[in-house]
């Protein structure tokens, strides 16, 4: 990087002005959206390299097809057990239950969370709700 310098090949990274966060913000979530919209462009059109549309299309997965899972062997209550308890006892705003109640819990709960583990896999359908997640952004503290 000094070299680059000292040879004048530096660049200076310049971002855009803004008086606020929030229109910075847009205009980077902006940028994003098109770079995975040009990148989809070009993928329709490397798949079909005789098409004139410029217009991209989502591509929606066949619903119709149905995956079936041929050498998916059940883990035992006992596994399942065995995994819960190595867990640390922290948990998430999306938990349904502290890790820590879980835990004092489990052999009331077993046959029902192996059942939740082993449903998905044998019907290959995993419920929206196992598809949410909680984003929290750590914050970089000044050096």
Request: some cysteine; hydrophobic content about 35%; charged content about 20%.
């Amino acid at each position: 990087m000094v070299t680059k310098h000292l040879l004048g090949e530096s660049k200076e990274v310049i971002l855009p002005s803004s008086t606020s966060s929030q229109p910075l913000a847009q205009v980077f979530s902006n940028l994003f959206i098109n770079k995975v919209e040009g990148i989809r462009s070009d993928i329709i059109r490397e798949q079909n390299p005789h098409s004139t549309s410029e217009y991209t299309v989502d591509v929606i997965p066949d619903t119709s097809v149905v995956t079936t899972l041929t050498d998916f062997v059940p883990v035992s209550d006992q596994t399942i057990k065995l995994i819960i308890l190595k867990l640390p006892n922290t948990s998430c705003e999306l938990d349904p239950i502290p890790t820590w109640l879980l835990k004092s819990c489990i052999d009331e709960l077993l046959s029902i969370l192996t059942k939740k583990v082993h449903t998905p896999l044998e019907t290959a359908y995993v419920s929206e709700v196992f598809k949410c997640s909680g984003i929290r952004p750590l914050l970089k503290t000044g050096t």
